[in-house]
């Protein structure tokens, strides 16, 4: 069981930055891949980008490459998602998920999601 716990969403103006966290229980980001996900409404869930076990690899999606970036603390248990630039396309709801394999490029290649967190970009 992977329980993981994202955080960090709110109402954002666009233009700005803003960091996602997702918690996760000891061990998991050293051992899973761990992605992060966005789900507009009426929307299919979307992979914005994933990071391979410990981060030796990140794959963004081509369309988001340049605005995010993927990163992982592996002492904090941690694995971040930075925005630069927002927009309000951004608005969504953010998960991050684990993986045990790489590349993990399908939502369901990913079997532990979190709940969540809301970001609302205004314009």
């Known amino acids: 069981q992977a329980n993981l716990a994202e955080s960090g969403g709110g109402l954002v103006q666009a233009g700005t930055s803003l960091r996602l966290s997702c918690l996760a229980p000891?061990?998991?980001?050293?051992?899973?891949?761990m992605g992060w996900f966005r789900q507009a409404p009426g929307k299919e869930r979307e992979l914005v980008g994933a990071?391979?076990?410990?981060?030796?690899?990140?794959d963004i999606v081509d369309s988001m490459n340049g605005r995010v970036t993927i990163s992982v603390d592996t002492t904090k248990n941690t694995v971040y998602l930075d925005f630069n630039t927002l927009k309000p396309e951004d608005t969504a709801v953010y998960y991050c998920?684990?993986?045990?394999?790489?590349?993990?490029?399908?939502?369901?290649?990913?079997?532990?999601w979190g709940q969540g967190t809301q970001v609302t970009v205004s314009s």
């Open positions: 998920a684990a993986s045990r394999i790489w590349p993990a490029k399908s939502r369901w290649n990913y079997g532990y």
């Open positions: 000891t061990g998991v980001v050293s051992s899973y891949s």
């Open positions: 990071i391979k076990a410990g981060g030796s690899n990140v």
